[in-house]
Each structure stands twice: as structure tokens, then as C-alpha cells.
Nanobody, 122 residues
Framework: QVQLVESGGGLVQAGGSLRLSCAAS????????VGWYRQAPGNQRELVAR???????NYVDSVKGRFTISRDNAKNTVYLQMNSLKPEDTAVYYC????????????????WGQGTQVTVSS
């Protein structure tokens, strides 16, 4: 069917940068909205950034000016460039994509990746 695979997480010092990737594969007709979420221990999962098919983007206030979400439609991949990282950015980052499949063109499905750990040391 469809799979989302995140990559690019790791351990970085405060002030450093990471770029996360979310690659979609499978029976894909189109990818509509893609969001990056994060969940720290004891916290609820929160939306960090979102990009819709037309390219418009939204960010949670805490990451504005530091994170940039972008997409490469030819590669079915969405990126999250994270700069000036802070210890409070430490979390598991998940991508979520709303996708229309080749076998169900009129229906949108929501898929989640497995998550990638981002740890920012002070």
C-alpha cells in the first residue's frame, strides 16, 4: 500500500542543525497535506509544521524562524530543516501525510511514519 519513512534524526548540540526527511512510497496518486509532529516524553503530540499541496506552510510559534518545511513532489519527499536547535526541541518527530492512492482516487487516507528521535544537548 503506502509507507512513510522518516530519517535524519540524531543527537546534536544546542545551536546545531538537522534535516529530517519523510519519504512516501507505494501506490500513490497524490500527496496533499504533510505535517511534521513531535512528541516529547510526558507530552502530547504537537504539530510543528505543515505544508499543503500548493506549497503553503504553517508553523507552531516556537519554531518560526528556525524550522523550514519543504517538499519535493518528484521524490514524494517532505523535509524539515531545523536550525538553531534548542534542548526543548528534543522529541520523537513523526510525519503524517494525507494521500490519495491509485486504487482509491476519490478517498484520502492519513498515514504516519514510525518516528525519528531528535535529541538536542545543552
Amino acid at each position: 500500500q503506502v509507507q512513510l519513512v522518516e530519517s535524519g534524526g540524531g543527537l546534536v548540540q544546542a545551536g546545531g542543525s538537522l534535516r529530517l526527511s519523510c519519504a512516501a512510497s507505494g501506490s500513490i496518486f497524490s500527496i496533499d497535506t504533510v505535517g511534521w509532529y513531535r512528541q516529547a516524553p510526558g507530552n502530547q503530540r504537537e504539530l510543528v509544521a505543515r505544508i499543503i499541496s500548493g506549497g503553503s506552510t504553517n508553523y507552531v510559534d516556537s519554531v518560526k524562524g528556525r524550522f523550514t518545511i519543504s517538499r519535493d513532489n518528484a521524490k514524494n519527499t517532505v523535509y524539515l530543516q531545523m536550525n538553531s536547535l534548542k534542548p526543548e526541541d528534543t522529541a520523537v518527530y513523526y510525519c503524517n501525510a494525507v494521500i490519495r492512492r491509485l486504487d482509491a482516487l476519490t478517498t484520502s487516507f492519513s498515514y504516519w511514519g514510525q518516528g525519528t528521535q531528535v535529541t538536542v544537548s545543552s
